[in-house]
């Protein structure tokens, strides 16, 4: 079975046809926070959970999953005997599960314009499927409020189905395409100053990349302030020093967006949740040393 499974995730990676779908869809979604302007894009790094430090989007997956799974096991104990408390459990579980199927959609919506490739394609059915299982829902739903109890029962059945087979595209992007993690290099550097560069070789206000004890570390320079944060972008593993940087004291990263703060690595626009690492540098005696900050 595990075998048929990673056939059919290889399958959907070879549909180009998503593409002709998932490009457009995503411009769309990006035009659409980009026309909100500040407001667009303050509700997209809430959508994002940069606020979080975690993506929100598998936090909300919990609870259509959790709701649906109650209202199953409300239906199978309850179908027999006409338990009316049953039955009411059911139904609310079915409806609390299309409300957060719906705030599901959003975030992971906000995530997946950013992505391509192979995890495009995947997360587009991922998507699509969900899609399948919330219109089961909705009418199965409408089906139990009717009196049709026994086929909105069946219409759950089919939509519970169709979750279970989203949720194991949402599982396959997670582990699989290792969307929403964090791709970081948190290795602590030693607590000693490590001699990275001659003062002469870092210009103000041009991004650098100089590496230590095997760590990218970005460096820029204002000044006779170095700041040093880790150069990889932890939503998808970018280099920030090509990216643009920013009066702010900020970088922008040049693959998603994403935009960190020089002085302590934190997110301060999304797709990425993840804080950069923070490192501490000066010059010394003519040369840019870097350290980690002791525990």
């Known amino acids: 079975m595990d075998k048929r499974l990673k056939e059919a995730v290889r399958g959907i990676q070879r549909q180009k046809w998503l593409d002709q779908v998932g490009n457009p869809l995503q411009q769309s979604i990006a035009s659409a926070y980009e026309a909100g302007g500040e407001t667009g894009k303050k509700i997209k790094n809430i959508l994002h959970g940069t606020w979080l430090e975690h993506p929100l989007h598998p936090v909300l997956t919990d609870l259509p999953i959790g709701s649906w799974t109650a209202a199953l096991v409300f239906d199978i104990f309850g179908s027999d005997n006409g338990d009316r408390k049953l039955a009411a459990g059911a139904d609310a579980a079915v409806a609390i599960g299309l409300a957060g199927a719906a705030g599901s959609a959003v975030t992971g919506l906000t995530d997946w314009q950013h992505v391509d490739g192979p995890a495009r394609r995947i997360g587009l059915m991922h998507g699509l499927l969900n899609i399948g299982a919330f219109t089961l829902y909705t009418i199965s739903l409408l089906l139990r409020l009717s009196g049709s109890r026994s086929s909105g029962r069946a219409m759950s059945l089919l939509g519970y189905t169709t979750a279970s087979a989203a949720a194991y595209l949402g599982g396959e992007m997670v582990y699989g395409q290792k969307i929403g993690v964090d791709h970081a290099n948190r290795k602590q550097l030693k607590p000693e100053f490590t001699v990275v560069l001659a003062e002469s070789d870092l210009p ?92």
């Open 204 to 295: 103000d206000s041009q991004p650098k990349q100089v590496e230590v004890d095997g760590v990218r570390v970005l460096l820029v320079r204002r000044g006779q302030q170095v700041y040093a944060i880790g150069n990889v972008c932890s939503h998808l593993s970018c280099s920030l020093s090509g990216g643009r940087l920013l009066s702010d004291n900020s970088i922008v990263c040049p693959c998603h967006g994403s935009r960190f703060s020089l002085e302590d690595g934190q997110v301060l626009d999304g797709p990425a949740t993840y804080p950069e690492p923070r490192f501490e540098a000066r010059i010394h005696n003519g040369q840019i040393e870097v350290r980690g900050f002791e525990a």
